[in-house]
């Protein structure tokens, strides 16, 4: 049985650093490839993004809004796509769907945030679906057609009005 301190890489599967600035014979002595004097040619630059006191191009370009870091990111799916996977047999209307359900069967990549119901094409199946949340057109269409939607999203508190 092999020992933690015998272990080592297999031969050839790791390369040593090149080593420069270590005489003409190793191929990257004197200048050590960065050329001859100038700043970049020194130690300790950080040049990325400098335009040589020009306006740089990320401070040029116009900013609007914006970007909220807490957004959620959902997976979304139409009445449609389901109908078709359907027909096409990759899933079962008599089966409970979810997130889960979807992914396996391809209808959906992948759940980030969570899955989102809309209500783009036209419903005939009856099915039993649970989604983060669903559009009202959505929710209207499965519930024509017989089945029912379930959403796991927790509605905020209403707010007290102020005294």
Do not use: C
């Not at 990320?58 to 996977?85: C, S, T, Y």
Request: hydrophobic share 40%; charged share 25%; net charge positive.
């Amino acid at each position: 049985m092999t020992k933690l301190n015998e272990l080592s890489p297999r031969d050839g599967s790791t390369k040593g650093r090149m080593r420069v600035g270590r005489g003409g014979g190793s191929g990257k002595g004197k200048t050590a490839g960065r050329g001859v004097k100038g700043q970049k040619a020194r130690s300790g630059v950080a040049i990325a993004g400098f335009e040589g006191g020009q306006m740089p191009l990320h401070m040029r370009m116009p900013k609007r809004g914006f970007n909220n870091i807490n957004r959620k990111d959902f997976a979304e799916v139409n009445l449609w796509r389901l109908e078709q996977a359907i027909a096409a047999g990759k899933l079962d209307a008599k089966t409970p769907m979810t997130a889960e359900v979807l992914i396996a069967a391809g209808v959906v990549r992948r759940e980030l945030d969570g899955l989102r119901l809309l209500g783009k094409g036209v419903l005939t199946s009856k099915i039993d679906i649970t989604v983060y949340s669903a559009s009202a057109a959505a929710v209207a269409a499965v519930e024509k057609a017989g089945g029912t939607v379930t959403t796991t999203k927790k509605e905020a508190p209403a707010k007290e009005a102020a005294a």
